[in-house]
């Protein structure tokens, strides 16, 4: 089974730490991610969702350091669901993303044009997976617990 999220957007605002009794950081801030179509008229449309992202430990800190409201940010994570009662004691509900993986995309001083060196890379994937780029016929080689397996790759890119 999967529970993976991945979302390119900008921050609704800086990014709310909290030092917890145990010594941990939590941090929480909204990313708003845009989706863009043309309605029967022809009209550009846009589409906002804002999807509630969660940090913990040194996520929180760097969360902290590098993060501002409008930064454009890359983050991977799960979905997870949570219930609670409210000060008058009325269930709510809440759907956030717990990140365990922030980059920021924004070009850095001195750095190159574009996404720089911030989009995640090869050595961000989890340890004991490498992928290599192949053109679009052919197949794809991953490494998979230190063995490696061909996977037949269809997609168009």
């Known amino acids: 089974m999967v529970n993976k999220v991945t979302l390119i957007g900008n921050l609704g605002r800086d990014p709310e730490i909290r030092h917890l009794e145990n010594g941990s950081m939590v941090g929480k801030f909204p990313v708003a991610t845009n989706e863009n179509y043309r309605d029967k008229s022809g009209e550009w449309q846009t589409i906002t969702e804002w999807h509630d992202v969660v940090v913990w430990r040194s996520l929180a800190e760097r969360a902290e350091r590098s993060l501002k409201k409008g930064s454009l940010v890359y983050i991977e994570g799960k979905l997870t669901h949570r219930k609670y009662q ?29 996404y720089g060196g911030s989009f995640p890379s090869s050595e961000d994937a989890p340890q ?7 053109d679009k016929t052919s197949t794809a080689t991953q490494e998979v617990g230190g063995g490696e397996e061909e996977v037949d790759d269809d997609l168009p890119f």
């Open 86 to 114: 409210d000060k008058d004691g009325i269930d709510r509900y809440v759907t956030e993303v717990v990140a365990n993986t922030i980059k920021p995309l924004e070009k850095r001083e001195g750095g190159n044009s574009g």
């Open 128 to 134: 004991g997976i490498s992928y290599e780029l192949k």
